[in-house]
């Protein structure tokens, strides 16, 4: 149980486009869902917090514009890079919990590669 | 707070050795500690929790243990195999801004030889 599905798992695109990443919860209903990055050999840094219905929590130094994000249903969020650019070449992976609550860990996708040209 | 690394300590042991993965955290007010296990190209994998209130736990293999007064976490793997060769992170639960969010370490590469 707890299945987190990412799509895609890597995509390559030219600098300048816009790429969609989508993040569903297979067997369970999730109200908050995780946007992280992870570059190269470093651990996961965690961009925004992803809420079914209302806006999304960014952390400090995310850029709300160049990241949007859309959990629009229970079981699906997803995260858009807007007008990317090589800088933005990273892997993002999304998790999510099928409790708000502080007794569940954390299920993770098996993450995006992003590359920008 | 939240942590990055330049690069990733490795800890190299033989096969069938026991491993022993430490980890610092910063938030005294973090209350549920979790290891994750992530291997190349994919996304970190749940190996074992464990809450404030307690000090070890114990699971197939695992142990993890909990010093909250130095605030340390460390992963003990008994007999240790091939397959557990990957990158470790420990991350700790904080409630900020209304949710509960993870931070996660700076991950320690586990290098198994036979």
């Known amino acids: 149980g707890a299945v987190v599905s990412q799509h895609p798992s890597w995509v390559i695109c030219k600098s300048g486009t816009s790429v969609k990443i989508e993040c569903r919860s297979l067997d369970f209903q999730a109200t908050t869902m995780f946007w992280y990055r992870q570059f190269p050999k470093q651990s996961l840094m965690l961009m925004a917090t992803?809420?079914?219905?209302?806006?999304?929590?960014?952390e400090q130094g995310v850029e709300k514009d160049k990241f949007l994000i859309n959990h629009a249903s229970l079981t699906l969020s997803t995260l858009t890079v807007t007008s990317a650019h090589p800088e933005d070449s990273s892997f993002y992976i999304c998790?999510?919990?099928?409790?708000?609550?502080?007794?569940?860990?954390?299920?993770f996708g098996d993450g995006t590669r992003l590359s920008i040209l | 707070g939240e942590s990055v690394g330049l690069h990733l300590p490795t800890l190299s042991v033989q096969e069938g050795d026991n491993s022993i993965i430490n980890c610092a955290y910063s938030?005294?007010?973090?209350?549920?500690f979790i290891w994750y296990k992530q291997e190349s190209g994919k996304g970190p994998q749940f190996i074992i929790d464990i809450r404030s209130n307690m000090d070890k736990r114990q699971g197939q293999r695992v142990t993890v243990l909990l010093n909250k007064t130095v605030k340390h976490l460390s992963l003990q793997i008994a007999a240790t195999q091939p397959g557990d060769s990957a990158v470790y992170f420990c991350a700790e639960n904080l409630f900020s801004g209304g949710y509960n969010k993870l931070i996660f370490g700076a991950g320690t590469r586990l290098a198994v030889h036979p």
């Open positions: 998790s999510a919990r099928p409790w708000e609550s502080v007794n569940q860990p954390q299920h």
């Open positions: 992803s809420n079914e219905g209302s806006k999304a929590t960014y």
């Open positions: 938030n005294s007010a973090s209350d549920y």
